[in-house]
């Protein structure tokens, strides 16, 4: 979409295939008929330093829909929760102990922030990286429990660039749109409308050939051609639908990691953290059926959704985990227990219904010397193009970086 808006602003025709009935892919939401607001099927919010998203909101005039309130993360330790928004709370963490560990902490976060050589970065594991110069104690209790719930068996390959990436481009901060995420993407798709893009939603493309001068898209309703194409899925996918990629590029499309996830939304009767907290951060080895608990309703009011306490409860998970294959109320039987340790009150009667999100592509997993990696946004083959959350590597994945890249490759198309 963000393509699509400087393309057409460009003086080019646009059309939008999109497989599904709505915009907003990943970040899309939905509604019960008596919320005003949408909820995010996988969790979402943005940081202060998203700057191309926010610069694209303002271009839309929509600022003033952007609110960020103040909510409060915490982490797991020894039972209790702490504080783990900012550099400086994390440094109280009783986790991390005393003395040294502090300080090595405190070099560590402040080297990270300052340095922009992430290149020099990405030819090591962030596990190594982190044991070697923040030490055992340090890297156990606050780094690798991330690095863990994030990548689970691939957690010792991950390079130290995205470490990196997610300390540099992250403020304490959270964001998000009056309405929710499915509410921007709406209005976004009225903006490009109103300009002459032509979306089409429930149309699923099956493939992408070079023919003669032109590239022809084939979907459910037929053939058509265009000048260029610019295709926004997943590389996994990207190499079914352009079979005729020379082999090399497909490789390299189909030789990209990811993790999947499984996202359960709840809409309870009451409130579930008692202290108020939004995002609780769960080291995998403290055995919750989950990795993070996040009370919605604790960054955004209630009143948004008629009363109803929203929480999620999800995980990133390798494909063919067998959480994919749970059905929902399965999936629950598994979770209660979990939400008792939240509040020990809680109990079925609470919950009044529940949904389910997967996906099997939901966070590129970046190797060591992932740069060398990257396939190309130009691909071979001459007018089609590629930008997906894969792509936009050292940073990680986020709508604002699918803004940026959707940006770059609108310019290389232009
Ligand atoms: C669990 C989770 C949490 C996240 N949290 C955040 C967050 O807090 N903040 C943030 O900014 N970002 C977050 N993200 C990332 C964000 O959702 C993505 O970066 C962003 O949505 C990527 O946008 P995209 O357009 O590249 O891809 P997608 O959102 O994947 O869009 C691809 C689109 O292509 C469509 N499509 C697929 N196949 C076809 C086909 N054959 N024909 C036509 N259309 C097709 C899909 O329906 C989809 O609409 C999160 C993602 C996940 C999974």
Known sequence: ??????????????????????????????????????????????????????????????????????????????????????LLK????????????????????????????????????????????????????????????KFGPFYR??????????????TTRLGTFQGGFQKFADLFAEKLRGLGVEIRLGARVESIKREQARLSVRSEKGVESFDKVLVTTSPNLMAKLCPDLPENYLKGLLELKSMGAVVMTLSLKRRLSKDGFYWFNIPKEEGYPFLALVEHTNFVSSEHFGGDHIVYAGDYLEAGHEYFSLSDEELLERFIPAFQKFNPEFSRGWVKKIWVHKTNYAQPVPLVGHSKNIPAIQTPIDGLFFASMSQVYPWDRGTNFAVEIGRRAARMMG
């Open 1 to 86: 979409m963000a393509a699509a808006w400087d393309l057409k602003k460009a003086g080019h025709d646009v059309v939008i295939f999109e497989s599904a009935g709505y915009v907003g892919g990943l970040a899309s939401g939905f509604k019960e008929p008596h919320w005003d607001w949408s909820v995010e099927k996988f969790y979402h919010h943005w940081f202060q330093s998203d700057k191309d998203m926010l610069a694209l909101i303002r271009e839309l005039g929509l600022e003033d829909k952007v609110v960020f309130p103040r909510p409060y993360t915490v982490l797991l330790y020894k039972g209790k929760w702490y504080p783990f928004d900012s």
């Open 157 to 170: 390959d991950v390079n130290m660039a995205w470490m990196w990436a997610r300390i540099k481009a992250r």
């Open 90 to 149: 994390m440094a109280l963490f009783p986790g991390l102990g005393w003395g040294l560990n502090k300080i090595r902490f405190g070099f560590v976060g402040l080297f990270l922030r300052l340095t922009n050589n992430w290149r020099a970065l990405e030819k090591v594991t962030a596990d190594e990286w982190m044991m070697k110069w923040a030490g055992r104690q340090v890297y156990e209790q606050m780094w690798k429990p991330l690095l863990v719930g």
